[in-house]
Structure formats: structure tokens, C-alpha cells
């Protein structure tokens, strides 16, 4: 199925990651992490959906969470943060509801995507990667203490998933800010398999699970 785009995926004519304008030359994104090519590309060159990925990251797999934002892209034909944000609410509650459905909680997820979409475009100037790339206020780059203060201002992001999304911009998106890894805390370790930061292939993503699951385990003892 061809997918409608506000920018163009890799692989298809055009494609120029250095020409979109929240790309960090440095940046060279390739995920793995939902075992759908064009899944993850969205997810590799469009910092939003990436975002949109990580919130619906809750009580799904996670492939089916990050699958997400190509499943909306196909049904609304955008993830422009505005578009997003402006949409009915009903309208896109029922958009998540399209079998198969993009989360298991249609109604709560599609309000918490409108959330996060106003405040991108509110907060951030509608461009959603200027969470880990504006400088602070004295014009420098954001260090991993400052970048997760601001995930977790972010609706629907809490310590943990802020965590998270800050370990996966720096162990697999190219972030290069100081201190990401302390302020990731777990989550930023090398060589740790604890989230979809760690998954870059289905080896991967099975050490993953067994974390998971020996985590909930243990926790419920």
C-alpha cells in the first residue's frame, strides 16, 4: 500500500535525510523494531511518529505500540502535529478503532495523541525532534539531564518512559548530548537489554521480553 507522506520515506525517490529540517547531519537513524520495513522507516526519519511510537507504549507489544504512527499515517494521511491536534476527537478515536485497531485502548490513546501533538506544536514550535535538539536558554546544546526534564513534561510521559525514549535517542537515533546515559539511568546502560532502546533485531527483541517478563516476575513475588 503506498503511504500518503509529509515527507518522503527512504528508499523512494527523493529521499534526502539531510534535507528535512530536523535532521542532525550526525543522525543516521536505522530502527528495527516493529519487523515491518516501512514501520520502522517512518519511525527512523519522522521524530514524531517516533514520539507517537513511545506513547502508545503501554500495555500492547511493542511492536504493535510502535506500529502505531504507520497505521495513522495510512488512515488520516498525516502526522502533522497540528493536523493531529486539530482533529475531532471522536473522528479519531474512531480512526484507532479501524481493525486492527492501533492500540487496545482506542479511546484513552487517541485523546493522549491529540495531547501530545497540541503540545508540539505549542511548546515546540510544532517540530516535534526540538525536544532533544533546541538549545537551552543560555544557547547551548541540551545535555540528557535537560532533554529528559523536557520528555517528561511532554503529555503521557513519565519518569520511566521518558527514560526510555532518552536511552533509544541515544543508543540508536544518533543523540550526542552529555550525560544522556546517567540521566537514562538503567535504561542508558551499554549492552543492557531492558527496552525497545536495546532492540535492533529479533535476537534482540527476545532478550528484551525475557527482561520483561523476569522484571514482572520478580515483582510479583
Not at 80 to 99: M, S
Request: with cysteine.
Amino acid at each position: 500500500m503506498q503511504r500518503a507522506t509529509d515527507t518522503p520515506l527512504r528508499g523512494r525517490p527523493g529521499y534526502r535525510p539531510d534535507a528535512l529540517p530536523w535532521h542532525d547531519r550526525q543522525m543516521t537513524p536505522t530502527l528495527h523494531i516493529t519487523d515491518d520495513a516501512d514501520a520502522d522507516a517512518l519511525l527512523s526519519d519522522n521524530p514524531l511518529a517516533l514520539l507517537i511510537g513511545m506513547l502508545l507504549d503501554q500495555q500492547v507489544p511493542m511492536e504493535t505500540a510502535f506500529a502505531g504512527p504507520a497505521k495513522l499515517l495510512d488512515r488520516i494521511g498525516t502526522l502533522d502535529p497540528k493536523k493531529i491536534a486539530d482533529y475531532d476527537a471522536d473522528e479519531l478515536e474512531a480512526v484507532f478503532r479501524i481493525t486492527p485497531s492501533i492500540h487496545r485502548y482506542p479511546g484513552s490513546m487517541a485523546g493522549r495523541v491529540r495531547a501530545l501533538c497540541a503540545a508540539i506544536v505549542e511548546d515546540w514550535g510544532a517540530e516535534a525532534s526540538a525536544v532533544w535538539t533546541r538549545p537551552a536558554a543560555d544557547g547551548a546544546a541540551p545535555d540528557g539531564a535537560e532533554i529528559l526534564k523536557r520528555l517528561k513534561g511532554l503529555p503521557g510521559f513519565g519518569e520511566q518512559k521518558a527514560k526510555i525514549f532518552l536511552a533509544l535517542l541515544g543508543k540508536q537515533y544518533g543523540l550526542k548530548a552529555d550525560g544522556w546515559r546517567e540521566s537514562a539511568g538503567d535504561y542508558g546502560t551499554e549492552g543492557s537489554y531492558r527496552s525497545v532502546a536495546d532492540i535492533v533485531d529479533p535476537g534482540s527483541l527476545t532478550k528484551v521480553r525475557e527482561f520483561k517478563k523476569a522484571a514482572k516476575a520478580a515483582a510479583k513475588k
